[in-house]
Nanobody, 125 residues
Framework: QVQLAESGGGVVQAGGSLRLSCAAA????????MGWFRQAPGKEREFVAT????????SYADSVKGRFTISRDNAKNTVYLQMNSLKPEDTAVYYC??????????????????WGQGTQVTVSS
């Protein structure tokens, strides 16, 4: 089992920045891929970014590439999502997730078995 808890969401103007955090407990955090997803009202949950267990490999959705950065601190069992140059279309509930297979780094939500409760990010124009 893995317990995940996101924090850091809020309301920000377009062009601003936010940093989300996800604290993990349970399964050995430092040996597993971690991911961020988001879900806007009326839309399906979508992939945002993933990071390998070591932090040496990352993957991003095209819509956030160059603006968002995923990172992790294994000593603190925490994964982060730094979001810069935010746009109104980034408004969503953001979730961190851990895959069923600790090595999986893909975008398929069905491969992620553990989810946090989500944190709301609202970007005003």
């Amino acid at each position: 089992q893995v317990q995940l808890a996101e924090s850091g969401g809020g309301v920000v103007q377009a062009g601003g920045s936010l940093r989300l955090s996800c604290a993990a407990a349970g399964r050995t955090f430092s040996s597993a891929t971690m991911g961020w997803f988001r879900q806007a009202p009326g839309k399906e949950r979508e992939f945002v970014a993933t990071i390998s267990w070591s932090g040496g490999s990352t993957s991003y959705a095209d819509s956030v590439k160059g603006r968002f950065t995923i990172s992790r601190d294994n000593a603190k069992n925490t994964v982060y999502l730094q979001m810069n140059s935010l746009k109104p279309e980034d408004t969503a509930v953001y979730y961190c997730a851990a895959p069923r297979s600790s090595w999986y780094m893909g975008p398929r939500t069905a491969e992620y078995a553990f989810w946090g409760q989500g944190t709301q990010v609202t970007v005003s124009s």
